[in-house]
């Protein structure tokens, strides 16, 4: 099975998703979008935007 995202509402009546891996981690948690459309164009936004993201490790000392 592959990761999902799963989207929810908060005690606050924002929506927000959230990433989790096939083992049933939580990889990532998006900030409160106020409408449901807005939460899903989110996700969309996550699929197009960071298929091959590289991580870029500030904390590492550059020698």
């Not at 096939?22 to 969309?44: D, L, R």
Request: hydrophobic content about 40%; charged content about 25%; overall charge positive.
């Amino acid at each position: 099975m592959a990761g999902k995202f799963v989207i929810s509402k908060d005690k606050r009546g924002e929506y927000r998703f959230k990433l989790v891996a096939a083992n049933g981690q939580t990889i990532a948690v998006s900030e409160g979008y106020s409408t449901k459309v807005a939460c899903v164009n989110g996700v969309e936004s996550v699929r197009k935007n960071a298929p091959d993201a590289t991580v870029d490790d500030t904390t590492l000392a550059s020698v």
